[in-house]
């Protein structure tokens, strides 16, 4: 299982905005919440996403997976 503390801030701050559980994400698609993961250190919007979460998630590559975790 991948390690909380390894997830990039902006992945952190996207989950917090939309008040997904992280936890529970993991128990549930660790495989997703690890390509998740991935897939937001190769963005080319890394840098910019963690102060403009709003906007971001409009146009964010793994919106559907976080979608998915809201449907959860």
Known sequence: MVNLN???YPMK???DYLEIDVARGFELMPEKME???QQCVL???FHTCD???ESR???CPNRIVYD???DL
Do not use: G, K, T
């Open 51 to 53: 102060y403009q979460v």
């Open 35 to 37: 390509a998740a993961m």
């Open 13 to 15: 701050r996207m989950l």
């Open 6 to 8: 390894e997830m990039p």
């Open 68 to 70: 998915q975790f809201e």
């Open 57 to 59: 998630y409009l146009i």
């Open 43 to 45: 963005c080319n919007m």
